[in-house]
């Protein structure tokens, strides 16, 4: 398939046909010492003409944006006491409780917003995979709705945030397709909320049909593809092009089984249909790559606070 491209084919690959539902057949763990991995990770990144950075949940919780735990006890210790319940366990469920009223949803969604779209800041392990792509030919294709890759230094034109961000609202029913900022109205939310609600005021309604605002964040069919999600999709596809033709590292971080189908099968299959790519894993307990690609993967089943800080060490020796 790259020979073709070299004779002046047009490419075939486009974010629809990237995808993939199949799984690896022969998935293993390495058994090669972490440091000779990392060693080999670092000599296929030197020697990448094109980084393909795809970056799942696993990353995110990595640099400190736990759904659960402290992180969450302590942050919505208000709504813990006042819905309870099977829902507030963590963030993720948190988002799916039957709210009665507008007040009560934007009261948890803005507080969510804030805590994982507007505070963090740049989180330092986002930098430090941004130093590890900043000097070759890069993309990111991400699930992560946090908005880490654009605080941290990669141009926002080089990053496909697919699922939506933390930061964006749109019509519960995508009357229309476009999404609105709404970090300055969290903000506002933030510092009116009392006893878990937001005052009716500042109840967001779509300005087009009147109806209820919903957070941009992939869920069911009503989810909006706007304008920029539709151009950073036409980018991905010509960074595809792209890798066909030279020599790339697909670099997936903390890309799991929870939605395998947007990174990491689709990574896998890249490897299978071209020789001219290869791919670093990296993942605290799913590391597993196909046997069948040989020294062609690696598999580093490691913190990737660790992992990646080892991995810029060796790059950059």
């Not at 296929?44 to 949940?57: D, N, P």
């Amino acid at each position: 398939m790259v020979q073709r491209m070299l004779f002046g084919r047009k490419s075939n690959l486009t974010f629809q046909t990237f995808l993939s539902g199949m799984p690896a057949r022969d998935y293993m763990y390495q058994k090669t010492p972490y440091e000779a991995q990392i060693k080999q990770a670092a000599e296929m990144i030197r020697e990448a003409e094109f980084i393909l950075v795809g970056a799942g949940a696993g990353l995110s919780a990595a640099a400190g944006l736990t759904m659960g735990g402290s992180r969450f006890t302590e942050n919505f210790k208000d709504f813990i006491e006042k819905y309870g319940g099977p829902y507030m366990t963590d963030m993720y469920s948190a988002g799916f409780y039957p709210f009665r009223t507008e007040e009560a949803k934007w009261g948890y969604w803005s507080k969510s917003g804030m805590v994982n779209r507007v505070l963090p800041g740049a989180l330092p392990l986002y930098r430090k995979v941004y130093q590890l792509a900043a000097d070759k030919p890069h993309f990111v294709l991400t699930t992560n709705v946090d908005h880490q890759f654009f605080l941290s230094g990669f141009d926002e034109k080089k990053v496909f945030a697919t699922q939506g961000d933390y930061g964006l609202i749109q019509c519960r029913k995508g009357c229309h397709p476009k999404t609105y900022d709404a970090v300055e109205m969290f903000q506002q939310m933030d510092q009116a909320r009392k006893d878990c609600l937001v005052p009716s005021y500042l109840v967001p309604k779509c300005p087009v049909c009147g109806g209820p605002m919903e957070m941009n964040l992939r869920c069911d069919q009503y989810f909006v593809e706007d304008g920029n999600w539709h151009q950073a999709e036409r980018r991905f596809s010509e960074a595809l092009s792209e890798c066909e033709t030279k020599r790339t590292v697909l670099l997936e971080l903390g890309a799991g089984f929870n939605t395998p189908t947007i990174i990491r099968f689709p990574f896998e299959k890249l490897v299978r249909e071209y020789n001219n790519m290869s791919l670093i894993r990296l993942n605290m307990e799913e590391a597993v790559v196909p046997e069948s690609f040989g020294d062609r993967a690696v598999g580093i089943n490691e913190d990737m606070r660790t992992s990646i800080e080892d991995l810029l060490q060796e790059v950059g020796s």
